[in-house]
């Protein structure tokens, strides 16, 4: 018996986010992200491949947008579950990394720049992302407002983006 109206299933994404810090400063590369194709600045990071762990994955984009050999994360930093109708359940997480080796020669051409960032120079850089799930969490987590592990669950609909719950 065939179910009318069926919902397709939607596409699954897993996004990998890398911290890395050197002394004072934090990793961020610079590409388009504003509503409107502005350039802005971000930890670098993105989706995973059929058949890559997530790690994998972290390690592969980061050497895409930014150059850099890095080793596995050594801390979860947080974790968002982000359900919008172009991606219904998309799960991200922000990972610190501590051992990175290279120089800054990004592959990817959606990335104009990558560079260390003073820590509150680069609070300024993502406050001015337009997307609340690009900008909240991390900017907790790296203010020390929101401790490590965090989850962050948000739902985007009809180009609003609504915190459900945070723990």
């Not at 065939?2 to 397709?8: D, E, G, I, M, R």
């Not at 930890?43 to 080793?71: F, Y």
């Not at 992302?129 to 987590?141: F, H, K, N």
């Given at each position: 018996?065939?179910?009318?109206?069926?919902k397709?299933?939607?596409?699954?994404?897993?996004?990998?986010?890398?911290?890395?810090?050197?002394?004072?400063?934090?990793?961020?590369?610079?590409?388009?992200?504003?509503?409107?194709?502005?350039?802005?600045?971000?930890?670098?990071?993105?989706?995973g491949?059929?058949?890559?762990?997530?790690?994998?994955?972290?390690r592969?984009?980061?050497?895409?947008?930014?150059?850099?050999?890095?080793?596995?994360?050594?801390?979860?930093?947080?974790?968002?579950?982000?359900?919008?109708e172009?991606?219904?359940?998309?799960?991200?997480?922000?990972?610190?990394?501590?051992?990175?080796?290279?120089?800054?020669?990004?592959?990817?051409?959606?990335?104009?720049?990558?560079?260390?960032?003073?820590?509150?120079?680069?609070?300024?850089?993502?406050?001015?992302?337009?997307?609340?799930?690009?900008?909240?969490?991390?900017?907790?987590?790296?203010?020390?407002?929101?401790?490590?592990?965090?989850?962050?669950?948000?739902?985007?609909?009809?180009?609003?983006?609504?915190?459900?719950?945070?723990?």
């Amino acid at each position: 018996m065939a179910v009318a109206n069926a919902k397709a299933p939607g596409p699954r994404v897993q996004l990998g986010i890398g911290i890395i810090r050197r002394d004072d400063e934090i990793l961020l590369v610079r590409e388009s992200l504003g509503t409107d194709g502005e350039m802005l600045w971000s930890p670098p990071g993105g989706g995973g491949e059929d058949g890559e762990l997530l790690h994998e994955a972290l390690r592969r984009e980061l050497r895409e947008e930014t150059g850099l050999l890095v080793g596995d994360p050594v801390r979860s930093a947080l974790f968002m579950n982000i359900d919008s109708e172009q991606h219904p359940s998309a799960l991200a997480t922000a990972f610190e990394i501590d051992e990175w080796a290279g120089e800054f020669t990004p592959q990817d051409d959606d990335i104009e720049q990558a560079e260390f960032c003073a820590l509150p120079d680069a609070l300024i850089l993502l406050g001015e992302l337009d997307s609340a799930t690009q900008r909240e969490p991390i900017v907790g987590y790296l203010t020390g407002a929101i401790a490590p592990g965090t989850s962050w669950l948000y739902r985007d609909r009809d180009a609003k983006e609504t915190l459900i719950a945070r723990w």
